[in-house]
């Protein structure tokens, strides 16, 4: 298994490290209800082709608050692992559960770019894992913060993708019908222009009927 080989829902796992409100409050280089549209759109991804994932927070009760409500919804049975290290590598908790998804392919997004990403980022790559980190599912306190920490990423070895990436590489093929309406309401859901162009195809080609919210 290399970085050269795509992603796919059997070999992948994504991991979201703590996507909580202190932590977005420190955001600048997105937009950060983008931020949390494209978070939410890349667990649902996930949740659509069964791939493991593994949810971690920092010091929820005493400084975080807990994780945006709307990326726990996704995966409701999922319980968050908690930490108080700003480095998830340095959790064995956080790593023993990582290992138990058998994936080599550690899809990671975080808050922050330069801290919660960067540390554990670079320390799975010394422990011989692949690593893809979702840059518009990851935020930094910079646009130059959270640029310069993705430089570093890179630089040992990470590779930077982003959460539409991620899906249509899972999806790859239009003629797999057995995930492709998913696919499609997710993309009209979360992915702005893409999405309306879909709905605007489906009407005026495809003549489908109006839709209902």
């Known amino acids: 298994m290399s970085i050269r080989e795509l992603i796919d829902p059997s070999n992948s ?20 209800q983008t931020l949390k549209n494209n978070t939410v759109a ?6 659509i082709f069964n791939v493991p994932v593994v949810y971690t927070s ?13 990326l726990l919804a996704v995966h409701p049975d999922v ?9 998830s590598w340095e959790d064995a908790k956080f790593v023993e559960a990582v290992k138990a998804t058998g994936r080599k392919k550690l899809i ?11 540390f554990p980022a670079l ?23 959270h640029e310069r920490a993705i430089d570093r990423m890179v630089q040992a070895g990470a590779v930077p993708v982003t959460w539409q990436q991620v899906l249509l590489e ?27 162009g879909v709905d605007y195809a489906y009407t005026m080609v495809h003549g489908a009927p109006e839709r209902k919210a």
């Open 79 to 87: 319980k968050p692992i908690e930490r108080t290290s700003m480095n």
């Open 170 to 196: 899972y999806q790859r093929d239009w003629s797999r019908k057995g995930t492709y309406d998913a696919v499609m309401d997710l993309v009209r859901e979360h992915c702005g222009a893409y999405g309306m």
């Open 58 to 70: 920092v010091e929820t009760k005493s400084f975080s608050g807990y994780i945006w409500p709307e």
């Open 42 to 47: 890349l667990a649902k991804a996930g949740k």
């Open 123 to 145: 320390m799975a790559l010394e422990a011989g894992y692949e690593v893809y980190v979702v840059t518009d599912t990851s935020g930094g306190t910079s646009v130059d913060a």
């Open 13 to 32: 796992t994504l991991i979201f490290i703590d996507h909580q409100p202190q932590m977005a409050f420190g955001v600048t280089n997105i937009d950060r």
């Open 108 to 118: 990671i997004s975080a808050l922050w770019t330069e801290v919660c990403l960067t």
